[in-house]
C-alpha cells in the first residue's frame, strides 16, 4: 500500500492539471468568439452613420446594439483577459519574482481578492438581475431593443467566468507550489499556455518533466 501512493498522488495532481486545462478551455473559446464583437461594433457603427448621415434615417435598436456589443466584449473578456495575464498589474515586482513567487502570489491573490470579489459582485447583483428578468424588462426608447434583462445578466455571468478562472489559478499555482512543473505560472503577460493542462501538461506530469512548447 505504501508504494502505491506516490502513483496516487501523481495520478490525482495529473487529473487536477488536465482538470485546469479543460476548464481553461472554457474562457478560452468564450474570448475567441465575443473577440469578433469588435469588427461587428466597428461595421455596426458604421451602417449607423451611413443611415443617418447618407439616407436621413436613424434606428434606436441598432445604436443600443453597439451598447450591448460592448459590455458583452468587456464583461464577458474579462475572463480571458485575465487568463491571458493581460490585466494592469500593480505590483511592480511580479515580475521579478521566481516562478515560485509568482505562483505564492497569483495563489494568495486569486483567494484573498478575486474570489471574494466576485462573490460579492454575484450576490450584489443576483437581485437586481432576478428582477430584471421578471418584469422582462426592455428598452424605455420607443424601437429600442426589448433585451435589458439579457445585457443585465452580464453582471452574473462575468463574476462567475472570473471565479472559474480562478479556480484554474488556485488548481495551476497549488499544483506547481506541489512540485509539478508542468503549471508553472507564466513568466510574462501574454504567455500562459491556454489548455495546456488538458494535453501536454498532464503528459509531461506523468513523464516526470514539462510539457512540449
Given at each position: 500500500m505504501a508504494d502505491d501512493s506516490p502513483l496516487a498522488e501523481k495520478g490525482l495532481k495529473a487529473r487536477l492539471l488536465r482538470l485546469a486545462g479543460w476548464l481553461d478551455l472554457v474562457n478560452h473559446w468564450v474570448g475567441r468568439v465575443i473577440a469578433w464583437l469588435a469588427l461587428a461594433m466597428v461595421l455596426v457603427t458604421f451602417l449607423v452613420v451611413v443611415l443617418r448621415y447618407g439616407f436621413d434615417e436613424g434606428s434606436i435598436a441598432l445604436q443600443e446594439s453597439v451598447t450591448y456589443m460592448h459590455a458583452m466584449l468587456f464583461m464577458l473578456g474579462a475572463a480571458f483577459t485575465l487568463q491571458q495575464n493581460g490585466h494592469v498589474r500593480v505590483d511592480i515586482f511580479y515580475q521579478r519574482f521566481s516562478p515560485r513567487g509568482r505562483a505564492w502570489v497569483d495563489l494568495l491573490g486569486t483567494l484573498l481578492l478575486l474570489i471574494p470579489v466576485c462573490l460579492f459582485i454575484l450576490t450584489a447583483s443576483w437581485d437586481y438581475v432576478r428582477e430584471s428578468w421578471a418584469v422582462s424588462e426592455g428598452s424605455r426608447e420607443a424601437g429600442g431593443l426589448p433585451y435589458v434583462y439579457w445585457l443585465k445578466t452580464l453582471l452574473v455571468v462575468?463574476?462567475?467566468?472570473?471565479?472559474?478562472?480562478?479556480?484554474?489559478?488556485?488548481?495551476?499555482?497549488?499544483?506547481?507550489?506541489?512540485?509539478?512543473?508542468?503549471?508553472?505560472?507564466?513568466?510574462?503577460?501574454?504567455?500562459?499556455?491556454?489548455?495546456?493542462?488538458a494535453t501536454?501538461?498532464?503528459?509531461?506530469?506523468?513523464?516526470g518533466g514539462p510539457p512540449d512548447g
Open positions: 462575468m463574476p462567475v467566468l472570473l471565479l472559474l478562472q480562478g479556480v484554474v489559478w488556485v488548481l495551476r499555482s497549488g499544483l506547481f507550489l506541489a512540485g509539478v512543473d508542468a503549471a508553472a505560472p507564466p513568466a510574462a503577460p501574454g504567455r500562459a499556455a491556454i489548455g495546456q493542462g501536454g501538461g498532464a503528459e509531461g506530469l506523468v513523464k
